[in-house]
Structure formats: C-alpha cells, structure tokens
C-alpha cells in the first residue's frame, strides 16, 4: 500500500510514525510525505538562544490528553518532559488597567467556592448575586447549538462573558466566544446543564465523583504497596522545546520520503484502480491512500476535483491568525514581576496583546540562569489587521502595553516576532453538524483521510491523535498494493 501525507505539521508527521512503524514490523506499506514550507513541523517551532528556550509556536501540551506524552515516550524522551511549575500557577486577567487574579475554585467557567467568589474584585456585586442564583437553573434539555458567550451569558451573565469567557478563549483558540460553538469547545457544561441546570452544581458534583474515584485509587495503591500517583501537572513540555517532537519524528522516519518545498496542488480519484492521484507540482502519482494533514481552508483546494461539496463544507471552517512575540529580558531588569504563569486580556480592553505568559515561571529550567522570557500573543478574531504591521512596529506596541501593564520599561535583550496566518481553525456554532458532513461524505471515499486541528481538537495531543488514527484506518482496511507510476501533466 503507498500512502501520500499531504501537510508536515504535527498531525502528517504523526500519520507518517504510525505508518513507519507498521513499516518496521513488516507490513506492505510505504508513504510519502508533502510538506508545502520549507521546514516540517507546522506551528510548532523552537529554539534556544544562549540557553534559553523560545517557542515561536505553542508552548506546551494539555498533560490531561495522553496522546503526545505518550509520543514522546515512544521516541525516547521521557526524561526531556518538562511539568509546568502548579506550585506557582495563578492567571490575572486585566480590568481597567489593573491585574485582577482569577479567584480560587474557577474551574475554568465556572465559580465553586463561595468566599473567592464573593471577595473577587474581577466581578461587580450584580455579576456576584447572579452567580449565586444560578444554583437554581433547573435542568435545560439540549435544543441545538449555540455560541459559548450565549450559554456562559445565561447562567453568570455578560461581564463572567468579557471578563472571564472571552479571555480565556482567545489565549486559547485566539477566538470569539460570541463565535465558538458551546457544543464543540464545552461539550461538558452543556452536558451538565441538561443534567443539572446549573452549571456550578455540575461542576462540583464532578470534582466530588473525582475525588472519590481519586480516593479509591489511592486506597488500592496502598493495598498493593505502590506508591501513590503524584498529582499531574496541568501542561507539559519539553526542556529544549517543542521542536523535539518534531526532530524526535522525523529522526525516526524515512528522510527519502520526507519532500519539502512541496506543495500538492490537488488530488484525483483514480477511477481505473479506485487508488488516488495526487498533483504534485504538476507531476502526478498515483497512491493507494491519502492522509490530507493540511488546514481545512488547504485542504478544501486540494479535495476540490475529488468532491465539490466536501471541499466547500471544508472551506467553511474559519480560521484566526496570530502573532507571537518573545522577549527575552534580564530577570533582575522586571523586578517585580507579578507572580503567576502570566495575565489575559479581555477584547473590550481594547489592547493589541491577548494574552502574555510569564515562561520562565510557567516551565523553569528552560530559561539561562537570571534571564526572564514574556511571551505576548496577539491577534486572533477580534484583531487580525495586526498581522499586516511590521515587526517593529508590533514589538513597539507589545513594548508599550507592558509598560502601561507591568510598568516595564527595561529594553529586552531579545526581541522576536512570528506571525501565524490562519494557523487556528475556529470551532464556530455549527461544528458539531458541519463534523458530521464531512464525516460523511469523507466515509464515502474510501483510502480518503482528513487530520489535524480542524476537526476535532485543536491541540498538539489531539492532532496527534488524529494523524496516528488516520494511518491506523488505513493500515486496518485490506492493502490493495498496485505499482506506483509516475505520469507526467506538462
Ligand atoms: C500561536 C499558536 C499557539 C498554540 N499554542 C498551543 C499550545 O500551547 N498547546 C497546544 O496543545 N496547542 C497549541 N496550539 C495549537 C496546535 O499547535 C496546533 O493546532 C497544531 O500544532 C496544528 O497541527 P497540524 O498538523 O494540524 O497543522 P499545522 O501545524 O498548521 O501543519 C499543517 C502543514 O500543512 C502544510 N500545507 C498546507 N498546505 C499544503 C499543501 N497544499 N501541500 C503540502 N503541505 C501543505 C503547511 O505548510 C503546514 O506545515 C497553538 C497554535 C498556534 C498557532
């Protein structure tokens, strides 16, 4: 079986390992991966600079998803994974100019402890009242998809929306929360309000059926004198960066497969062998299965001559673009720095930074001795121009914000810029059905596989997730091994 793996981000080089494996072991396959830029690893990007480490791309993963930990462990880094510092996690968000925590017992969304809640500068007294009463919403069945801004609005109101909802969004999908789907980013809550109405009694009924199952775990550790599991930590990371996933992949695949500066223009069915053809530069292969790993906006161009429909669902799928902005500064020169992982900002701020994160408090022993690295992320739905102004002016502007922010004033020793266009795609209302349309519609081409951030999760673990079980779908259907020709369209 020849399989093509048109995208080299995480997801395709995730598809190519599991295919190189079954390769390993024996099995009749072999792949060729596409990769428009001129480097693999899509979004994920690092380096290190006299000993500290910069991610132009996300920093870490959700520890709590297992796919990429476990990746890692299969390529030998087990001892390079990195837990973000719990001990000293604390989230400010920004309000009128001032740095306001996160009150205690947040899950996310939703308060569960009563006295941070009520003592929190980061609502009104009205916001407050509301969230008390919201213990009362009676159960609400399911009546289709709305936004995240309009469930979050009817159980705490519209300041929980801007202060709470909106900012921790876009540091995360650099999105709209009166755009995102409830149903695909917070498929929990919903389940919660059917069951419970109320979503801070949902929560708290889940953190008591965790603890007793924590409980009971730690009860049978002690009866079969294990010790017990050390709590995880919320992200993970790596201590040279990410881009160790990347270089650990692509050390363990076949480099003559691995074609960079390649883009693929498009793919056609084969109706002769019922194979694939695939477009690259012109010249055509012909393939037994296709991963397409692209973003959807790509992958609609590519799957447009095999069927209309699917790449119009695909072409749909919107996406945020993003710029990232390390500074690398003298640790001595930010004293003193709030403490905590780092601070959000709400859109009716008005800034041009989302979000910045402190990452040598977030992940020490990735920074050189004395130095400080501020990440600042702008951008996302609400400010997309910002991509189009020069490096020197978005580091001015970050620049300015820190020092209107943090009172920082010191000059970075390192300044640099990275801007992401349309790297994020957005699960917008509607989602969940659009999911199922291209679910349907991909099942109907057989060899034919979708992967990536696109479809269902937007993280490193998920699109891991995705790229190996595409490859596994292939491996599992029946080999049909045909000669691989080489025709040529000019
Ligand atoms: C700034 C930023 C911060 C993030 N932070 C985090 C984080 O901290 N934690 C986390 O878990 N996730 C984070 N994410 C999300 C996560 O990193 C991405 O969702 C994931 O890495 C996407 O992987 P991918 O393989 O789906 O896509 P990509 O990385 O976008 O790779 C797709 C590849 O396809 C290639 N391509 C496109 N068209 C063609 C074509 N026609 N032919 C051949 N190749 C083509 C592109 O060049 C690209 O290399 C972040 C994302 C961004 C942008």
Same mark, same amino acid.
């Given at each position: 079986?020849?399989?093509?793996?048109?995208?080299?981000?995480?997801? %395709?080089?995730?598809?190519?390992?599991?295919?190189?494996?079954?390769?390993?072991?024996?099995?009749?396959?072999?792949?060729?991966?596409?990769?428009?830029?001129?480097? $693999?690893?899509?979004?994920?990007?690092?380096?290190?600079?006299?000993?500290?480490?910069?991610?132009?791309?996300?920093?870490?993963? $959700?520890?709590?998803?297992?796919?990429?930990? @476990?990746?890692?462990?299969?390529?030998?880094?087990?001892?390079? /994974?990195?837990?973000?510092?719990?001990?000293?996690?604390?989230?400010? *968000?920004?309000?009128?100019?001032?740095?306001?925590?996160?009150?205690?017992?947040?899950?996310?969304?939703?308060?569960?402890?009563?006295?941070?809640?009520?003592?929190?500068?980061?609502?009104?007294?009205?916001?407050?009242?509301?969230? +008390?009463?919201?213990?009362?919403?009676?159960?609400?069945?399911?009546?289709?998809?709305?936004?995240?801004?309009?469930?979050?609005?009817?159980?705490?109101? @519209?300041?929980?929306?801007?202060?709470?909802?909106?900012?921790?969004?876009?540091?995360?999908?650099?999105?709209?929360?009166? @755009?995102?789907?409830?149903?695909?980013?917070?498929?929990?809550?919903?389940?919660?309000?059917?069951?419970?109405?109320?979503?801070?009694?949902?929560?708290?009924?889940?953190?008591?059926?965790?603890?007793?199952?924590?409980?009971?775990?730690?009860?049978?550790?002690?009866?079969?004198?294990?010790?017990?599991?050390?709590?995880?930590?919320?992200?993970?990371?790596?201590?040279?960066?990410?881009?160790?996933?990347?270089?650990? /992949?692509? %050390?363990?695949?076949?480099?003559?497969? $691995?074609? /960079?500066?390649?883009?693929?223009?498009?793919?056609?069915?084969?109706?002769?062998?019922?194979?694939?053809?695939?477009?690259?530069?012109?010249?055509?292969?012909?393939?037994?299965?296709?991963?397409?790993?692209?973003?959807?906006?790509?992958? =609609? @161009?590519?799957?447009?001559?095999?069927?209309?429909?699917?790449?119009?669902?695909?072409?749909?799928?919107?996406?945020?673009?993003?710029?990232? *902005?390390?500074?690398?500064?003298? +640790?001595?020169?930010?004293?003193? $720095?709030?403490?905590?992982?780092?601070?959000?900002?709400?859109?009716?701020?008005?800034?041009?930074?989302?979000?910045?994160?402190?990452?040598?408090?977030?992940?020490?022993?990735?920074?050189?001795?004395?130095?400080?690295?501020?990440? =600042?992320?702008?951008?996302?739905?609400?400010?997309?121009?910002?991509?189009?102004?020069?490096?020197?002016?978005?580091?001015?502007?970050?620049?300015?914000?820190?020092?209107?922010?943090?009172?920082?004033?010191?000059?970075?020793?390192?300044?640099?810029?990275?801007?992401?266009?349309?790297?994020?795609?957005?699960?917008?209302?509607?989602?969940?059905?659009?999911?199922?349309?291209?679910?349907?519609?991909?099942?109907? /081409?057989?060899?034919?596989?979708?992967? +990536?951030? =696109?479809?269902?999760?937007?993280?490193?673990?998920?699109? *891991?997730?995705?790229?190996?079980?595409?490859?596994?779908?292939?491996?599992?259907?029946?080999?049909?091994?045909?000669?691989?020709?080489?025709?040529?369209?000019?």
């Amino acid at each position: 079986m020849r399989v093509a793996i048109i995208g080299g981000g995480i997801a %395709g080089l995730a598809a190519a390992y599991e295919l190189e494996l079954a390769r390993r072991a024996g099995a009749p396959v072999e792949y060729d991966l596409f990769e428009a830029a001129p480097r $693999l690893g899509g979004v994920i990007s690092s380096s290190h600079v006299d000993g500290t480490v910069i991610e132009r791309g996300p920093d870490s993963f $959700l520890t709590e998803k297992p796919a990429a930990a @476990q990746l890692c462990r299969e390529l030998g880094l087990e001892s390079q /994974l990195v837990p973000s510092n719990d001990a000293e996690r604390k989230t400010f *968000i920004l309000v009128r100019n001032r740095l306001v925590a996160l009150p205690d017992g947040l899950m996310f969304l939703v308060p569960t402890k009563l006295l941070p809640t009520a003592l929190t500068p980061l609502f009104s007294w009205l916001t407050k009242i509301r969230m +008390g009463f919201e213990l009362l919403h009676p159960p609400r069945p399911h009546t289709g998809d709305e936004s995240v801004a309009a469930l979050v609005r009817r159980h705490y109101g @519209q300041q929980s929306v801007d202060r709470l909802a909106d900012p921790l969004l876009s540091g995360i999908y650099g999105g709209d929360a009166a @755009q995102l789907s409830a149903q695909a980013v917070l498929p929990r809550m919903v389940e919660m309000e059917t069951k419970y109405g109320s979503l801070t009694r949902g929560m708290l009924a889940g953190m008591r059926a965790r603890k007793a199952a924590e409980a009971r775990k730690a009860a049978e550790a002690e009866e079969n004198e294990r010790e017990a599991s050390a709590p995880r930590p919320l992200f993970t990371t790596l201590r040279f960066g990410l881009q160790q996933i990347v270089d650990g /992949l692509v %050390g363990r695949l076949d480099t003559q497969r $691995l074609h /960079l500066d390649t883009p693929v223009a498009g793919v056609e069915r084969d109706s002769e062998s019922g194979g694939w053809l695939v477009d690259v530069a012109g010249v055509v292969e012909r393939f037994d299965g296709v991963v397409v790993a692209t973003p959807a906006w790509a992958a =609609a @161009q590519v799957l447009e001559p095999v069927d209309r429909e699917l790449s119009g669902e695909l072409e749909q799928i919107p996406y945020s673009s993003s710029v990232t *902005i390390n500074l690398v500064f003298d +640790g001595a020169d930010l004293d003193p $720095l709030p403490e905590g992982f780092g601070f959000l900002v709400p859109a009716v701020e008005k800034r041009a930074m989302l979000a910045c994160t402190f990452l040598h408090r977030k992940f020490p022993g990735r920074t050189a001795p004395g130095k400080s690295v501020l990440r =600042a992320f702008l951008g996302g739905a609400h400010n997309a121009g910002l991509l189009a102004e020069s490096d020197e002016a978005l580091a001015g502007l970050v620049r300015k914000e820190l020092f209107e922010i943090l009172t920082i004033s010191a000059v970075p020793e390192l300044i640099e810029v990275q801007r992401w266009p349309r790297a994020m795609a957005q699960y917008s209302v509607g989602h969940g059905e659009r999911q199922r349309r291209i679910k349907d519609r991909v099942d109907a /081409l057989p060899g034919l596989h979708l992967a +990536g951030n =696109a479809y269902d999760g937007i993280g490193i673990s998920d699109c *891991i997730r995705l790229g190996r079980g595409a490859a596994q779908h292939l491996l599992s259907a029946t080999p049909q091994a045909a000669p691989a020709t080489i025709q040529s369209r000019r």
